[in-house]
């Protein structure tokens, strides 16, 4: 009586079967375990074998490097990595330069890019430079006058914006009657802020007598110079007129003049 | 003592001049007739005499005023007050 195996249910004699039975039980099983193993015949040099169903005993061979595994030769060099083009599909992108990042971009076929981060990054203080000038320099023309107070940056990128600000002294005064001063501020040649105009004079006095004032303002102005060469950024002033010895005297009593400037990053 | 932009108002009275620190060196006479530096020196010496004769010369010209009006000077505030 036949039986058959726990596992693959190929057919074997009982123990207790007759021994001219025994060629035709040989004979069944080896012609079930052939069956079972018909899978494994075939394939080439590299191939793997892989199941082709969910049936027990379904296989096929499949190259090492099918399509669903990530290649060795995707990549060429080193610092490249992997990345998507589409839904299931693999690239290679080339590694950037020194000091590049990784930048998220969708016009590009892997949706990545190497790209230079800003200086410093957006907003972000850059550098910056500080000059004092303590000389009291006296002004009576109506011509923009150098103060003293002059400072010089070098941006480290074009799209950087400059901070100035400026605290300077001054003692403005006339001996009979009005008197008014501007400033303006220039970088090299370039005027970046006036205050000429008739409504921005400092205006002291009023009626026949002599009148002074003494400030120390803070005057805070944002350049946008587009250069990394170096800049020059002074203050200069000049008076509306010379009549009832008008005066303004900047860093009076050699009171200390400042100058700052802040390269922002953009 | 005279300041030394009280002495260049008194002998540039227009102005029309720059000057760096307070030294004749740092005199430029940008629009205006320069002076000597003797004239800027001795002018320290002479400011205090030129002050007292400005200030008599303004409390004079008040004075004046104030009688042609035929008003006192407290007057004169409170009208311009």
Redesign the interface.
Known sequence: MATTTPNFGWAVPTSTDLVKDGAVAIETLGDSIDASLVDLKGGTTGQVLAKATNTDMDFTWVAQDDSNAIQNAIVDAKGDIIAATANDTPARLAVGTNNQVLTADSTTATGLKWATPAAGGGGKLLQVVNATYS?????????F?DS?LTASITPTSATSKILVMIQQPYYLYN?IDQTAAGYQIVRGSTNIVTTYNENNYVYVGSGANAAQLRLSPTIITLDSPASTSSLTYKIQWK?KS??N???I?LQSDSDVASIILMEIGA | MAKYYEVLNMLIPNGGYVQVGDTYEGISFVDCEPITKADYEAGFDKYDAWKLQQDAAKSANKAAILERLGITEDEAKLLLG
């Open positions: 000389t009291a320099t006296t002004v009576t023309s109506t011509s006058t003293g001996l008076l010379t009549a010895s008008g005066t005297i």
